[in-house]
């Protein structure tokens, strides 16, 4: 089933692609109209995903998707993140990892006693 901001005029969906498609395989930590945030399958860390199926989104909307992802590690974990926004698996669609600085997966990153 196609997610409903798929059907929005002017929001490019692709039903072939990953990311498009939403599936909540690992922990979601925020959504809305924009974009939403999981943990990557792959690195464990959280990821942010554009709701368009477009990889190049203007600067302004890049800046909103990571002070949103931003905001999801300062309220669930404990590093200090850098901003990875090489698409390597997916490079069709945007979306930007936060990594711990110095490091680049995020296997047993520790989180908050209130997350």
């Given at each position: 089933?196609?997610?409903?901001?798929?059907?929005?005029?002017?929001?490019?969906?692709?039903?072939?692609?990953?990311l498009c498609e939403e599936a909540r395989?690992?922990?979601?930590?925020?959504?809305?109209?924009?974009?939403?945030?999981?943990?990557?399958?792959?690195?464990?860390?959280?990821?942010?995903?554009?709701?368009?199926?477009?990889?190049?989104?203007?600067?302004?909307?890049?800046?909103?998707?990571?002070?949103?992802?931003?905001?999801?590690v300062g309220t669930h974990f404990e590093?200090?993140?850098?901003?990875?926004?090489?698409?390597?698996?997916?490079?069709?669609?945007?979306?930007?990892?936060?990594r711990p600085k110095g490091a680049f997966?995020?296997?047993?990153?520790?989180?908050?006693?209130?997350?």
């Amino acid at each position: 089933m196609a997610p409903q901001w798929s059907t929005q005029p002017g929001r490019p969906f692709d039903p072939t692609c990953d990311l498009c498609e939403e599936a909540r395989i690992t922990e979601w930590f925020f959504e809305d109209d924009d974009c939403w945030i999981a943990e990557c399958e792959i690195c464990s860390v959280p990821m942010v995903v554009w709701r368009n199926h477009d990889n190049r989104p203007a600067d302004d909307v890049k800046a909103m998707l990571h002070s949103k992802l931003f905001d999801v590690v300062g309220t669930h974990f404990e590093f200090e993140p850098w901003v990875d926004d090489n698409m390597r698996n997916i490079p069709d669609h945007y979306h930007a990892h936060a990594r711990p600085k110095g490091a680049f997966f995020g296997h047993g990153l520790r989180r908050k006693p209130s997350a």
